[in-house]
């Protein structure tokens, strides 16, 4: 990125705004174009003069605007950094699905925002290390949804029926599975029962394997 990075700073919060620029305006290489409470029409995101980073404290300021941002991604919309954000991992997942790149806390330092806006300016996602575990463990579990799906189309199992095959593969008992899923043994036992008769295998050791197995054709 050549030049300054420009940013507009969105808030109703003019102690937190007027903070955000006045550490900006000290820093040589950002250019503060607007410090301001949001409102429609934040015209001067819509100006050929857009900024390369807009950064608020308001998640649903962002998605009053976030379709018409999304439309025109490709002409060079603004990146956006939330600022003083709750540790709150669904907030972050909604903040993520609608194309927020910068996700910084409450108890984080000037530094750590100047950071985030020079890491989001330059093309990177920010967040805390936690959190980004978090976003790891939602997409595996959208890909385990997925292959559940697969699943239980093939082998006609139900949905607590496809909750016990993780749990049966990791070699846990009917006793340590009702305890997990706070069921009694003698209805884990017969869940498994069925499993086995869907499946066709011979023994509980060979579930995990046969439904991780891609169905022919697929």
Known sequence: ???????????????????????LTNKRDFEVLTSQPPGPPLASLDSPSAPDVWVSDSLECFLDNCTRWRDRRHNGVPGCVLVAMQDDPKQFLTAVSHGVLGYVLQEASALDIVAAIRGVAQGEAICPAHLARVLFDYVAL?????????VAKQFRLTR???QLVPLVGRGLTNKEIA??????????KSHIHRILRKTGVEDRFSISAACEAEPIGT
Do not use: F, P, Y
């Not at 990125?1 to 955000?20: C, D, P, Q, Y």
């Not at 959208?142 to 799906?149: L, N, Q, T």
């Open 142 to 150: 959208r890909r385990s949804d997925v292959h559940g799906g697969r």
């Open 1 to 23: 990125m050549e030049g300054k990075i420009s940013v507009a700073v969105i808030s109703s919060n003019r102690l937190l705004r007027e903070s955000i620029a006045h550490v």
């Open 160 to 162: 607590r029926e496809r």
């Open 179 to 188: 305890v997990e899923l706070n069921l009694s043994e003698q209805t884990i």
